[in-house]
């Protein structure tokens, strides 16, 4: 279903008080009655950066893609297919690299703002693993952690299954009523998540309107591009009580997120004297289900092959959906969706993803601070309407209809 198709503004989010009772799983004080927005500062004892994960060499590939695809009973044969995207780097999925990189850029913040905590990092597919992770911080007497996800936004894979992985660790640790567990908001309208975004943007435009072949406006497209999702996922992204429309919080964020880096970057261009009204849309990529189910579109690739026919010569890709640069971008952007451009006759370029961008980092340095001092939500900083998001996601909120509910923490059951 094309993206023009799906999805609205939520409206307000109001925070009435919940059924008496209502308990959120392994949460912190300040949140365990369930409102949406933690309002009272907590003691944290530790940050639990948790992320992807990603195989460290040829021998880890087959065996990284199982658990990635745990459950669903897909051959070796098949995993092979996507394992060729690893091999041709050796085998390496750039994501570890990335992460420690972050993990010391997030530590060098921490200590930079006065603040007493370590971090501990943890993956869902790779070692070092979540549980590993905790028990690590369990070990050094942490009992209060504070979970941060490479991840913006609201999905079954970008944030629900992540606080599944947080109890999955709590359960297989034997730490549950010992350790508490807390989640940092979808960050995906913060603006030291879109700041980079809109710098990348810029660049690439004035590079491409400034260069020898002197690019303007209509020739310019600006696809912004996130992981495609099935349809029934998107639609169940996010708080079901706030009605996003059919593509849920997933599509909804992103289109808003996209619609600020537009017009940020369109102001900086005209002040610069580029005055370019930017022809853009949203377009997904990595799909990697069945063709008989229904997932996000249009393909990045087939709205590239298209561009020539509505005049355009010139493709700027931003990976709105993507904090780093790890396979998905390397490979589906600058391996295939760069082939598209050179097959449809289009100049290529491709944003940075934010990585350990100063202002990415102190975004996330901010988050951390939110819940630490329990700043209240008309204070949060969010660069569109759907935000802040919150820090306790509702009941059912980013279902995945095929695996159905598993126990998660930093959410109301189920």
């Not at 972050?102 to 790779?126: D, S, T």
């Not at 900083?381 to 059912?396: I, Q």
Request: proline letters at 7%; charged letters at 20%; one cysteine or more.
């Amino acid at each position: 279903m094309a993206a023009e198709n799906l999805g609205r503004k939520a409206p307000p989010a109001s925070d009435a008080p919940l059924a008496e009772g209502a308990v959120v799983s392994a949460a912190t004080d300040a949140v365990k009655d369930g409102a949406k927005w933690a309002s009272a500062p907590t003691s944290y004892d530790a940050i639990l950066l948790a992320s992807f994960g990603g195989p460290e060499g040829q021998d880890d590939v087959i065996p990284f893609l199982r658990n990635v695809t745990a459950g669903r009973g897909i051959p070796d044969a098949r995993l092979e297919e996507v394992a060729v995207h690893y091999r041709a780097h050796g085998g390496v999925s750039p994501i570890n690299e990335q992460n420690r990189e972050l993990l010391a850029a997030l530590e060098a913040e921490i200590a930079r703002r006065g603040i007493n905590l370590p971090v501990y990092w943890g993956n869902r597919n790779w070692g070092p693993y979540v549980v590993d992770a905790v028990h690590a911080a369990h070990e050094a007497g942490a009992t209060k952690l504070l979970g941060l996800a490479t991840s913006a936004y609201s999905s079954y894979s970008s944030c629900r299954q992540y606080r599944e992985d947080f109890a999955d660790a709590l359960e297989a640790s034997s730490l549950q009523g010992v350790v508490e567990i807390d989640k940092v908001r979808p960050y995906f309208d913060h603006p030291g998540f879109v700041e980079p975004f809109v710098e990348g943007l810029v660049d690439a435009v004035r590079d491409l309107a400034q260069g020898s072949d002197a690019f303007g406006a209509e020739d310019i497209e600006v696809l912004f591009t996130t992981h495609s999702v099935p349809m029934s996922d998107a639609a169940k992204s996010g708080p079901a009580e706030l009605g996003y429309g059919e593509g849920g919080a997933y599509f909804a964020q992103h289109m808003a997120v996209s619609e600020v880096v537009i017009a940020q970057a369109q102001e900086r261009l005209a002040e610069a004297g580029l005055d370019l009204p930017l022809h853009w849309q949203l377009v997904f990529q990595s799909r990697s289900g069945p063709p008989s189910q229904p997932w996000l579109e249009p393909d990045i690739n087939d709205v590239i092959e298209e561009l020539p026919a509505a005049g355009r010569r010139a493709v700027i890709v931003v990976p709105i959906g993507f904090v780093s640069d790890h396979m998905e971008v390397l490979w589906d952007l600058d391996n295939e969706a760069r082939e598209s451009a050179e097959t449809a006759g289009l100049a290529f370029r491709r944003t940075p993803t934010p990585g350990v961008h100063p202002a990415y980092v102190a975004g996330l340095v901010d988050l951390l601070l939110e819940r630490i001092n329990g700043v209240p939500a008309d204070e949060r900083e969010a660069c569109t309407d759907l935000g802040p998001a919150f820090d306790v996601c509702r009941a059912g909120c980013c279902e995945n209809e095929r695996l159905g509910f598993r126990p998660a923490v930093a959410g109301l059951k189920p």
